[in-house]
């Protein structure tokens, strides 16, 4: 089992000492050169940027043969560590497979010797599968990456079974070929489950913990009148004038159709800036509305999780759910997609009344029993089935954002940031449109 209780003090340590012994372990490796060669490549590659320190961190952890796993929020720089060892390899034999979830993205990248693959490519397609086992393939795989690791939990069991049998790919590699695992959602439990299945040994693994919070992202959690038909509740989103870049993720893509038809009906002169997308919506279209959201077109989009995961949302500062998803790490993964280049945003979570409405389960002898002396448990709610740690951050009376640092173990955060003021600013301006839109 992993060590999911070790402070992340002793987890710094850990990983510091790790390196050093890796460094000592190699002979004639000089780790300030590799470090400063990294640097020089990066800035030489993108336009003078340094990598920041984690990156080179890992970047160095795999290049000693290190198994790695980086938790990180959306939008933190996860891509880049494993980028960097590419980028000095003068030779340009090496090659680096990335599974990704976005089977659409499978056929890109090829030029920069980057493989993305999804595991039903991997598993189910007979020649790549051929491909990925054949010796001199493997002996030009530099890394293997599982990108948005928690989908091996998350979709294997029934969803997307590939992603439950993705420990055989360690037996299609060389024993030292390094594993990298990424996710901006891995509770310490999940992460656990995750690393003993793939076989990643705690005394040759660099696990690096940034958290997942996003102090530019602030999250409203905001009830509806009704169910799924409840399109009033997304009038907010149309206040002030201005359309703002906004996501909507919708459960269902039915429901995501509808609610764009409802929304473009509230405003006949902006319908074309309205838009939905799912995964059964024509390739062509999807394309479309996806290149056009992109460009500034289409300024609000009705999606489902086709738009999400390797989707580059610029300038995105409104995300809503509507109505609560499978779990609270959906809603984070979601919640990060706003704000991404840094500007304050806010991440509404439109919840049912069936999320919080409570059946009571005890005798009628209790009925004079006032509510507030009553020990509800789990059972006790029967109207809507929902993740026990979603329920309790839409029913969270304080600070969500402590509930959601203890559950994913996020580190202690650094408080400076963004001005508060331009985020209450921010929230006050939403939270006007949404008591504007109820009455």
């Not at 980028?83 to 090659?95: G, M, S």
């Not at 037996?171 to 390094?178: L, N």
Request: charged share 25%; hydrophobic share 35%; aromatic share 8%.
């Amino acid at each position: 089992m992993r060590r999911h209780q070790e402070s992340h003090e002793a987890a710094n340590q850990r990983n510091l000492d790790l390196l050093e012994q890796a460094r000592k372990s190699r002979e004639g490796y000089d780790g300030e050169n590799t470090r400063e060669a990294f640097r020089a490549a990066v800035k030489a590659a993108f336009n003078g940027n340094e990598p920041r320190k984690f990156q080179l961190d890992v970047a160095e952890a795999m290049t000693l043969g290190l198994d790695s796993t980086v938790i990180a929020g959306t939008g933190s720089g996860k891509t880049l560590p494993w980028a960097i060892p590419l980028l000095l390899d003068e030779n340009k034999n090496k090659v680096v497979l990335v599974i990704s979830p976005l089977k659409a993205l499978q056929k890109e990248h090829r030029r920069y010797r980057v493989l993305l693959a999804s595991p039903e490519m991997c598993f189910v397609n007979v020649e790549f599968s051929k491909l990925l086992r054949d010796a001199t393939w493997s002996k030009h795989t530099m890394f293997v990456v599982i990108d948005e690791a928690h989908c091996i939990t998350q979709w294997g069991r029934e969803f997307r079974t590939q992603y439950s049998t993705l420990n055989k790919l360690r037996s299609y590699f060389a024993p030292q070929t390094p594993l990298l695992l990424t996710s901006a959602t891995l509770p310490p439990q999940t992460l656990s489950d995750i690393r003993d299945s793939l076989e990643v040994q705690d005394d040759r693994s660099f696990d690096l913990n940034l958290g997942n919070d996003r102090s530019n992202i602030t999250p409203i959690v905001w009830p509806m009148k009704g169910g799924k038909d409840d399109f009033g509740s997304l009038n907010f989103v149309l206040s002030g004038g201005d359309i703002r870049r906004t996501v909507i993720y919708f459960n269902e893509k039915e429901t995501a159709r509808k609610a764009c038809e409802y929304l473009q009906s509230l405003v006949p002169t902006k319908q074309s800036q309205i838009d939905f997308v799912h995964s059964s919506r024509c390739s062509g279209p999807q394309k479309r509305v996806l290149k056009q959201f992109q460009a500034g077109e289409i300024n609000i989009l009705c999606a489902t999780e086709v738009v999400g995961m390797g989707t580059d949302l610029k300038n995105v500062t409104l995300v809503v759910q509507y109505m609560v998803p499978s779990s609270l790490s959906v809603w984070v993964q979601r919640a990060g997609r706003a704000g991404r280049s840094g500007l304050p945003s806010c991440a509404v979570l439109l919840y049912e009344p069936s999320v919080v409405q409570r059946v009571n389960t005890q005798d009628d002898e209790d009925d004079d029993v006032e509510e507030a002396e009553q020990e509800w448990s789990g059972d006790d709610f029967k109207k809507r089935n929902v993740e026990d740690s979603l329920r309790a951050y839409v029913m969270e009376e304080e600070c969500r954002r402590a509930l959601t640092d203890k559950y994913f173990d996020n580190p202690p955060r650094d408080k400076t940031g963004t001005s508060r003021v331009t985020f209450v600013k921010c929230v006050f301006e939403l939270l006007f449109s949404l008591f504007s839109s109820m009455l």
